[in-house]
């Protein structure tokens, strides 16, 4: 899953409302339910759903972190919380300036401090607590506000000293900077800002601490919310049966073996078009994190068949120049970086793609004392990287073939310790593909694990229908 995704599931589980989902999901139409449904009950399926996607996130993404909720800039939304912070924290001000100050707002902020602080602390921080309850003992602080006597500054020094304590490394230097304040107000007010990245902190932590333990009882608990989901919404699996019943229908074997058909139906993932097909209830969850690969299993395909075409263009000599092919990779890479982005235009960038690489060979050639490429190869050499930007064409086809064939390989030799033998031509290559290997077939397993019983009822439908 990209990174936004991930939010938008961490935050769906932290607030306990439904993932939105994409536009062509919300819109499927399923027919009319077969009994009436409760609120009560729609809102305990959104829960399940975002509960699940939260386990889900936590589970399949080893570098999961909860991040702190950031308002777009110049958004109504960021502008009313800046107002409405403005106003709270001009209201503390104006009472301490009176006289004598009230202290209203104040005490309620370190009431506010102690509890965030007793919510960090861990069993074995037994000193630490009789601490933070003595020296913030409410009771005896609305004592002291009555009688005009409390003080703030003590307090907030005290505060800060408990924040270096409990916080992590990464928040040494912003513990640090509350030091350095005087004011009492903007004091209380970094405080705050620095509790709100600490409590995300604490967050991440206790995510890492977890997922040992959630790893033995994931499959399990996504099984059974699905099903839970699955009881409420009887055709809830329509698209992943269709996406089944496809592939093994376009398998040529005759009766397929259900494995077969199930590999050959996650690498149709990475080809997936989402404006002409719904994708499989069964894989939602990923949705993201699929149709990502499937941007980088095509650009490695572009990248890879361009590589080839300078090759083999430029002959025997430039085989041997020392880092001609990391040079040659690295201004590819970076020219069709963005080929998904909607700006982008592939016959512009392959245009340019020409004209640099028959300059750095030519360069390159001379500078080792060999010929470098005539007008005529230029030409050629151009019209063979411009070629790659049109459908069908040869040596995309045939190296997207070859990235498909790996991952495959990949997919039926996960429990083997070595990785399959890259096919000729994706040397280059090898390492990014790798890494995407290793994902996709992570994501893969997983999702087999959860979803078995009810690939396996899928598949018995599908047997019968084709026989």
Aim: charged share 25%; proline share 6%; net charge negative.
């Amino acid at each position: 899953m990209s990174d936004d995704a991930q939010q938008r599931a961490a935050e769906a589980a932290e607030s306990g409302e439904k993932m939105p989902e994409p536009p062509e999901e919300a819109a499927r139409s399923r027919g009319p339910p077969a009994a009436a449904v409760s609120l009560d009950e729609l809102m305990e399926t959104a829960n399940d759903i975002s509960n699940m996607a939260f386990a889900h996130e936590i589970m399949v993404d080893q570098e999961f972190q909860l991040k702190p909720a950031e308002l777009p800039e110049g958004s109504f939304q960021h502008r009313v919380k800046e107002v409405m912070h403005k106003a709270f924290w001009d209201c503390l001000e104006a009472e301490l300036q009176e006289s004598p100050p009230r202290y209203d707002k104040a005490v309620w902020l370190l009431a506010q401090v102690k509890e965030i602080l007793l919510s960090f602390l861990q069993p074995g921080h037994v000193r630490l607590r009789c601490s933070i309850e003595e020296v913030l003992d409410l009771p005896l602080i609305r004592q002291q506000a009555e009688n005009g006597a409390l003080d703030i500054r003590g307090l907030s020094q005290f505060i800060v000293g408990t924040m270096g304590a409990l916080c992590a490394p990464c928040r040494d230097e912003d513990v640090n900077k509350l030091r350095e304040l005087r004011d009492t107000v903007p004091l209380l007010r970094s405080i705050f800002a620095v509790l709100d990245l600490m409590r995300v902190d604490f967050a991440n932590f206790a995510v890492r601490c977890i997922r040992p333990h959630l790893m033995q009882q994931s499959v399990e608990y996504e099984r059974k919310k699905f099903q839970r989901f699955l009881e409420k919404q009887p055709g809830a699996l329509d698209a992943t049966e269709k996406w089944l019943m496809d592939t093994s229908r376009g398998l040529r074997e005759a009766s397929p073996p259900p494995g077969a058909v199930h590999d050959q139906a996650y690498l149709r993932l990475l080809r997936w078009d989402p404006a002409s097909a719904l994708f499989p209830e069964t894989v939602l969850l990923d949705r993201g994190r699929f149709l990502q690969m499937q941007q980088e299993v095509e650009r490695l395909v572009l990248l890879s068949s361009l590589l080839l075409i300078i090759y083999t263009s430029a002959g025997d000599s430039a085989c041997g120049l020392p880092g001609l092919r990391d040079s040659l990779k690295r201004t590819v890479g970076v020219m069709i970086a963005d080929m998904h982005s909607p700006s982008f235009s592939l016959e512009e960038a392959l245009a340019s793609v020409g004209e640099k690489v028959c300059v750095e060979l030519s360069q390159r050639l001379s500078q080792h004392g060999f010929q470098p490429l005539s007008a005529d190869q230029q030409k050629n050499l151009k019209g063979q990287i411009s070629a790659t930007g049109q459908p069908g064409n040869t040596v995309c086809t045939l190296m997207g073939s070859r990235v498909q064939g790996y991952l495959l390989a990949s997919l039926e030799s996960h429990h083997q310790k070595t990785p399959p033998a890259l096919p000729g031509g994706l040397v280059p290559v090898s390492q990014e593909l790798r890494q995407v290997a290793v994902r996709f077939v992570r994501l893969v397993n997983f999702n087999k694990l959860v979803f078995a019983p009810f690939y396996q009822k899928i598949f018995e439908k599908i047997r019968p229908a084709e026989d």
